[in-house]
């Protein structure tokens, strides 16, 4: 075992005094046992994993059961909803790195034989995918599962966003302060993710396709009491692939990766997929380029509307998909047509992805969409190419309305997210505008911030079937509407978004997966002739350090070192210390 390294031999004498010391080590015979890290992301200020702490104590117990040792460790968490649309949102994508760093260093340092990881939102579920990449030991994901969605005083049901978007109807006078008090105490009744196919949500189905969690993980409610057995089967799947060597690059394979993308654009899941996605192909060494998500949008159909998208009059939230049958009766829709899933794909479960599906069915057909009559014949997402991102932009088709397919408008720039809402609340944005937020990049935020603040309000106000919204920031899982983020090259990198002015029409075709500045090529030569990149706004700490090393959306937005000249300590001390406030 890869833990003997700690625990065997003469000259291990200190160690082993060590382990001892944590009241772990009860008999010898505890010697022979793997050591099990338990990454458990339990902090107070997330909801969806405010119930984590009791969780982890039942994966440990099931650890201890099925014959291993249990090490718990945690991570960090960033609450999206609660950072949304202030400086606290630069922080949300980063933490994804420091998560996956700890992640890391944890297992790796202390020679652990296998991992359990406990994630629930956002950033989380990606930041220990990719630390398990690099660790590559035996790993299971079991998440803390989604929240049941809210109901208002008339029995509708709401959710997170209905708040958000609440406000965007107060301020249009849409709806008063009682109405948006009423959503705001009824929209999140418990702990779990919130109820949506959010990014959360949609993360921990992701790892049901991918093979590292168990079937119903990303469906089954963090307040049903079955959850605790999934988690207890989790950890005994888990001490069994240890001792089979089953390692985490023996589930994620590029085959793996396709079913995940797959089962993504089928589902409509959040557009922060892709960018996830994307960086744990490159933290599993695998090539996977964006326009791979098309390729696999071309031959997959889309089956299910989840909120923040409406299927007609009526709005599924997790609770029926998982009452449908969950990720696996979606999974099993697309075994209909032969080549749209690999079934040989090795999981956690011992089987292959295909053994896992057999007898599976769709108990709600409105639900979740037969194969043979989808909402769409292509996939819920796409990336969008063209002069304004010529490597590649992101937007979520299943939450976009068919009149918005093709839209042409006057570009209305400007230069941070906080700039656009600003315009937004004092109505100088107007319909047929193409809205450009640029500098909320990777690199130009710093941070990549999610603009659901924004998004929410223009659709409350309600501004958001009549602009587009073009950015090379990023939404929230739970935007809806035209918008398109992820623009690559950013405006930081001097890509083309940076040289777009007021009034210059851009033309957008969903459905050729293009978009276009209807500047000419002369134009845009002088225009960048003349460009100056704006200083990034960190002056020292965490951020300036992530500026300096973080690439663009198109590649995952992971960190690299800088190459040029060997002058890494130089740019990062540059980064520290010159950068104004």
């Known amino acids: 075992m890869r833990s003997d390294t700690v625990k065997r031999g003469i000259e291990r004498a200190p160690h082993r005094a060590l382990l001892r010391a944590t009241g772990q080590i009860h008999s010898a015979a505890d010697w022979d046992k793997p050591l099990i890290a338990v990454c458990n992301s339990y902090v107070d200020i997330v909801p969806g994993h405010v119930h984590l702490q ?207 993308m797959a089962l993504d654009v089928a589902m409509g899941g959040s557009t922060n997929t892709v960018l996830h996605v994307l960086a744990l192909a490159r933290e599993a060494g695998i090539e996977y380029p964006l326009e791979r998500i098309n390729e696999v949008a071309r031959r997959v159909p889309h089956l299910t509307k989840v909120s923040p998208a409406w299927d007609g009059d009526q709005q599924w939230h997790m609770q029926d998909v998982h009452a449908a049958g969950g990720v696996p009766a979606i999974l099993a829709e697309l075994l209909r047509e032969p080549g749209l899933i690999d079934t040989s794909a090795r999981t956690v479960t011992g089987k292959s992805l295909g053994e896992n599906l057999s007898g599976v069915r769709n108990s709600n057909p409105d639900c979740i969409r037969p194969i043979d009559r989808p909402h769409s014949a292509r996939g819920a997402l796409c990336a969008l190419f063209g002069n304004l991102a010529t490597e590649g932009a992101v937007v979520k088709v299943g939450a976009v309305e068919q009149h918005e397919m093709c839209f042409s408008g006057p570009a209305r720039v400007f230069e941070s997210e906080d700039a656009a809402l600003e315009a937004a609340r004092t109505s100088k944005i107007q319909a047929g505008d193409v809205v450009v937020v640029r500098n909320e990049g990777p690199r130009g935020g710093p941070g990549m911030r999610e603009m659901l603040a924004l998004t929410s309000y223009l659709k409350g106000m309600p501004l958001g079937d009549k602009v587009a919204l073009i950015t090379d920031g990023r939404f929230s899982g739970g935007t809806r509407g035209l918008c398109i983020g992820h623009v690559s090259p950013e405006a930081a990198e001097g890509g083309t978004i940076a040289l777009v002015e007021d009034g210059d029409r851009i033309d957008i075709d969903v459905a050729e997966n293009t978009m276009s500045l209807m500047v000419d090529e002369f134009e845009l030569a002088e225009r960048r002739a003349r460009f100056l990149p704006r200083t990034p706004a960190a002056r020292r700490g965490w951020l300036a350090r992530y500026v300096h090393f973080v690439t663009n959306a198109a590649r995952g937005a992971v960190l690299e070192v800088p190459s040029q000249n060997g002058s890494v300590a130089a740019r990062t001390q540059n980064a520290v210390t010159e950068v104004p406030a």
């Open 54 to 260: 009791e969780f982890g104590r039942v994966v440990k117990d099931a650890i201890r059961a099925a014959g291993g040792l249990p090490f718990e460790f945690n991570t960090i968490g960033v609450d999206d909803g609660i950072v949304m649309g202030h400086a606290g949102m630069h922080y949300s994508l980063p933490s994804r790195e420091l998560i996956a760093d700890c992640v890391e260093t944890m297992v790796v340092a202390h020679c652990f034989d296998g991992m359990i990881c406990i994630p629930n939102c956002d950033k989380i579920v990606p930041g220990m995918l990719m630390g398990a990449a690099r660790a590559n030991v035996p790993t299971v994901f079991v998440s803390g599962g989604p929240m049941k969605a809210g109901v208002d005083r008339a029995g509708k049901k709401i959710d997170l966003i209905s708040v958000f978007e609440g406000v965007g109807q107060h301020a249009a006078g849409l709806i008063d302060d009682a109405r948006l008090e009423e959503l705001e105490t009824f929209a999140c009744p418990s702990c779990g993710s919130c109820s949506g196919m959010f990014t959360a949500n949609s993360m921990n189905c992701l790892c049901e396709a991918l093979g590292v969690a168990l079937p119903y993980n990303g469906s089954l409610l963090a307040t049903d009491p079955t959850r605790l057995d999934l988690a207890r089967a989790a950890a005994t799947a888990l001490v069994s692939m240890v001792r089979e060597g089953t390692r985490f690059s023996d589930i994620v394979t590029p085959a793996a990766i396709d079913n995940a």
